[in-house]
């Protein structure tokens, strides 16, 4: 049965709200697909190809954001598409102002650098999040490791896997392999062992991976997070803010995130665009409640890591970081 058009679903804001792009062909839309982490089953990824045959012209684009679009889909036909791709469990994503797609790279599930369990975090947090209003687009993306092909410090929030390494001096044979691996110049031999330092370390886990004998370990993986970025006509480099978060206080973090803004935001603005109006401070006094020991301070921020992390000007022009008297005391270094 043929979907009855009315007004409301020629609304540009109500398309975009079910996921639908009004394309600049009359009539005619993209069905925005649903895949947290851009993961798919084989059985939904042949069901899109077969909705895009039989009610497109048989072209899947993937956004840049990881979701299956299907193009040029006449809009009175949407809703057989949608019950079909509903048949195998494929659900149309959304656009517009609200809590987007996360998306995550593969992860430490095959990939030899990741650190952290992105893909099983992006489902999670598309489960809870996903479609929430809020004032603009709300884009959350995770990084397995430092190396960030996911461009997390573009997203209105973003996790990055990250380790504090260890050495365990008594199987360190002092081959020094760690120290050739280290791109970053975080390690050097001293009286026959690795030295790391602090300052200089981005977190990476190279010195883990290449160690032959177990001597290089893991102290403590969890998440960097950096909030406020964007990309678009007016990008917006993402503010570090918390370091070596666990995993299981990444929700929280989003929630508590989510609930500033609320607060503190405005309509049409996106979060990077809050922080500076409103001030970072007050973003990390909310946050500070739940998650002060994982939250940068001043201290934390100075470090020459930043410097090398981000490019030339924007590490110097990090506002002050420090909380009133009072707050609690960020920053675990
Ligand atoms: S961010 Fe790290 S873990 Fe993820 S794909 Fe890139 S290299 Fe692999
Ligand atoms: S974690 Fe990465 S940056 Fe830090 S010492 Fe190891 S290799 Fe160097
Ligand atoms: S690679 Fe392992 S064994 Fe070799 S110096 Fe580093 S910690 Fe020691």
């Known amino acids: 049965m043929s979907h009855q058009i009315g007004e409301k679903d020629l609304n540009a804001s109500h398309l975009k709200s079910g996921g639908l792009i009004p394309q600049r062909q009359p009539q005619t839309v993209t069905i925005r697909c649903m895949a947290p982490g851009g993961r798919l089953t084989a059985a939904r990824l042949r069901r899109i190809a077969d909705v895009a045959e039989k009610y497109g012209r048989g072209l899947v684009h ?26 195998v469990g494929q659900l149309i994503a959304t656009c517009g102002q609200r809590f987007r797609v996360p998306t995550a790279c593969g992860g430490c599930e095959y990939n030899p650098n990741g650190l952290v369990e992105t ?12 479609g929430r209003p809020a004032f603009h687009k709300f884009k959350v993306a995770l990084a397995g490791c430092p190396i960030d092909c996911t461009r997390s410090r573009e997203m209105d929030l973003g996790f990055q896997g990250q380790v504090e390494p260890a050495i365990l001096s008594e199987k360190c044979t002092g081959c020094t392999l760690c120290v050739s691996a280290c791109q970053d110049q975080a390690l050097e031999m001293k009286d026959g062992l690795p030295q790391r330092e602090e300052s200089q370390c981005l977190r990476c886990g190279a010195c883990i991976q290449v160690c032959p004998f177990g001597a290089m370990t893991s102290r403590t993986v969890g998440y960097a997070v950096y909030a406020g970025g964007r990309h678009g006509k007016h990008p917006h480099v993402a503010y570090p803010v918390a370091q070596l978060l666990p995993e299981g206080l990444v929700l929280p973090f989003i929630e508590a995130v989510l ?14 665009a809050a922080i500076d109006r409103v001030g970072l401070k007050s973003l990390l006094m909310h946050l500070s409640s739940q998650f002060a020991e994982f939250l940068l301070s001043s201290r934390d921020i100075g470090q020459s890591r930043w410097r090398k992390i981000f490019y030339r000007g924007v590490a110097e022009a990090f506002p002050d970081y420090d909380l009133p008297a009072g707050a609690k005391e960020g920053g675990r270094v």
Request: proline share 4%.
């Open 62 to 87: 993937l956004s840049v954001r990881m979701s299956p679009e299907i193009l040029y889909v006449p809009l009175d036909q949407v809703e057989e598409a949608r019950q079909e791709l509903a048949e």
């Open 119 to 130: 893909q099983k975090l992006a489902e999670e947090i598309s489960h809870r999040f996903f």
């Open 259 to 272: 609930d500033w803004y609320q607060e503190q935001g405005q309509r049409g603005e996106r979060l990077g």
